[in-house]
């Protein structure tokens, strides 16, 4: 009968054993059923943010075009600017050493005393050769108290 009795508290051990078992099966089911939804809420969590990239991304390369053609647009108006300074400026020497050659003149007729500065003068405009001479010389801005006399 003792055996009978150590083999009741064996089989009831076997029981408990495989309850035991089948009690860490269903939590390691249910863990296992739990860090699956958790991976599958990061991998969502994961394409979000990479859509969100993305979209930010594309938002950034518009807006990036959209500067390079404003500096392009800008850049071409400050060559075009410069091109007239450019042009401004020549015109601006031309017409100063005309003046200044127009300023000598006077000063040569104003400052003579005599028939041979007004001589001169008259020859110099009546020579065809003289007035090539002239025509290409340019005009300057002269000073307020240039024909003070």
Known sequence: MGSSSGNSSGS???????????????????????NRESAKRSRMRKQKHLDELTAQSAQIQKENSQLL??????????????AENSVIRARI??????????????????????????????????????????????IVASSPGAFNY
């Open 93 to 138: 020497t031309e017409l100063s050493q005309r003046l200044q050659s127009l300023n000598e003149i006077i000063a040569t007729a104003a400052g003579g005393g005599g028939a041979t500065t007004n001589n001169w003068a008259e020859e110099s405009f009546m020579n065809p050769w003289n007035l090539m001479y002239f025509s290409q010389q340019p």
């Open 69 to 82: 053609t404003s500096i392009n647009i800008t850049t071409q108006n400050y060559m075009n600017i410069e």
């Open 12 to 34: 009831s051990q076997i029981l408990n054993s495989g309850s035991e078992e089948d009690l860490m099966d269903q939590r390691k089911r249910k863990r296992m059923q739990s």
